[in-house]
């Protein structure tokens, strides 16, 4: 691994989005098939909502290696914040078959199930990836928002504890648990 790309990852890991995307385009200027960096290039330009940049490094990496499921995966993300949920399904769904062990791929797939409003099946995906790794805090997060909106409300705050249990600092889970006792049909006990 380079110097640049190994700099760019931890730029990456630092949320410093804007550094990594200069960080990757040095490292891409001699290195321009280097699918771990256009990976990383199309997640930054993804996370800060450039989604015309991103959609344009995914297309030139699947010229590259049209069967790596993380582009699959990041289009997922891309049409699913675009309200296309049908084709983020499709999208996830394709990534999930080049790469079944991935739990993250469930979650994100719950997500997109949940944003159409299907829970029953979004249930199913989360403890797909559940199955895989128990402690993945997205599937336990989309999971007890299936569960919350099956009114199995006990389950749904009983799933988000453990998910704090083994990750305390996730603001996600935290804000998670918060708007589901603001809501007024909520009985639970904190």
């Known amino acids: ?56 490094v995914i297309e030139n990496a699947q010229s590259i290696s049209p069967n790596d499921d993380r582009f699959f995966y990041l289009k997922a993300r891309i049409l699913a914040d675009k309200k296309d949920y049908r084709k983020a399904g499709e999208m996830i769904a394709e990534a999930v078959s080049l790469n079944p062990h991935m739990p993250h791929y469930y979650g994100v797939w719950s997500q997109i199930l949940l944003l159409q409003r299907n829970f029953t099946e979004a249930l199913r995906k989360s403890e797909e990836g559940l199955s895989l790794d128990p402690e993945d805090q997205l599937c336990l997060n989309m999971r007890s928002h ?3 909106n099956l009114n199995q409300r006990e389950d749904a705050f009983s799933g988000l504890r453990t ?11 935290h804000a998670n648990m918060g708007w589901k006792y603001r809501n007024p049909g909520s009985t639970m006990k904190r």
């Open 163 to 173: 998910a704090l249990e083994k990750n305390p600092e996730n603001a996600y889970t």
């Open 1 to 56: 691994m380079s110097a640049l790309l190994e700099r760019a990852g931890i730029l990456v890991q630092q949320s410093r989005y804007a550094d990594a995307i200069k960080t990757l385009h040095q490292h891409l200027y001699e290195h321009s098939t280097d699918t771990e960096a256009l990976y990383l290039l199309a997640l930054c330009y993804l996370q800060i909502d450039d989604y015309k940049e991103a959609e344009e």
């Open 146 to 148: 299936a569960l919350y």
